[in-house]
């Protein structure tokens, strides 16, 4: 077991056991847009234990048999179809409730924290860039994957990008962009927890911004460290078959 994680990366160690996500998080481990690290050089980076790391790792129950955890095994269609209806879903939901709530804490609470502007202009600024974000995978990536997925001849695969690698890396930048924005309103929370004088609302918020990260994390992981390369595998299959 500890020879597989030492040669694997982050990512496809979540990949293949999503229960691992769990425990990264616990160490302050990014397993999304720092996916393609070692386990040593991503404890390295996040200042934790390789040892402790590694064997929380190994302690995770054996998954149950029918469990369906390997999102690696997932076809490109169905993980197509899990990230619009589990996280951009979520996004969209989530996105208006959290802004109301931080609006109203600057409102009752700016004067004495006045770093909750700071957090709600950061928020509404990542909240702005995802959706647009979101479009244009909708609009533009996701469709091409679905093709490309049904696709038995490569002209059918033909795309207005020339290869997928080029929207690819423009998602992971933004993906990345996203990540540091959350980053800096983790920092400014002091890790998302609500000061002495903080009301139900500053709790319900900041408990509310902790699970949009989070979410955003296996978001983030699902398409850069499986579904595209799935992706850009798929489209070097069927332009070697042409």
């Given amino acids: 077991m500890n020879d597989a994680l030492d040669k694997s990366t982050i990512g496809e160690i979540v990949a293949t056991d999503f229960r691992a996500a769990g425990v990264f998080e616990q160490f302050g481990i990014d397993f999304c847009c720092g996916g393609r690290r070692s386990l040593a050089e991503a404890c390295e980076h996040a200042a934790a234990d390789v040892t402790a790391v590694t064997r929380a790792l190994t302690d995770l129950p054996p998954a149950a048999a029918e469990d369906d955890?390997?999102?690696?095994?997932?076809?490109?269609?169905?993980?197509?179809?899990?990230?619009?209806?589990?996280?951009?879903?979520?996004?969209?939901?989530?996105?208006?409730?959290?802004?109301?709530?931080?609006?109203?804490l600057v409102e009752v609470h700016g004067a004495r924290h006045p770093e909750l502007a700071r957090i709600a202009a950061l928020f509404d600024e990542m909240a702005r860039d995802l959706l647009q974000h979101m479009m244009k995978e909708e609009r533009v990536l996701f469709p091409y994957l679905h093709e490309l997925s049904a696709s038995r001849d490569a002209a059918l695969a033909a795309s207005p990008f020339g290869t997928v690698e080029n929207p690819i890396r423009m998602m992971e930048r933004e993906?990345?962009?996203?990540?540091?924005?959350?980053?800096?309103?983790?920092?400014?929370t002091s890790g998302y927890v609500?000061?002495?004088?903080?009301?139900?609302?500053?709790?319900?918020?900041?408990?509310?911004?902790?699970?949009?990260?989070?979410?955003?994390?296996r978001h983030v992981h699902l398409e850069n460290n499986v579904l595209f390369p799935k992706s850009i595998e798929l489209e070097r299959r069927v332009w070697r078959r042409a």
């Fill in 194 to 217: 609500a000061p002495p004088d903080g009301c139900t609302t500053y709790r319900v918020a900041f408990a509310e911004l902790a699970a949009f990260e989070r979410d955003l994390h």
């Fill in 69 to 104: 955890a390997d999102v690696m095994r997932w076809s490109i269609d169905r993980l197509i179809d899990h990230i619009l209806a589990t996280h951009h879903a979520y996004v969209r939901s989530a996105l208006p409730v959290i802004a109301r709530h931080l609006s109203k």
């Fill in 175 to 188: 993906h990345r962009e996203a990540g540091d924005g959350m980053r800096l309103v983790r920092e400014l």
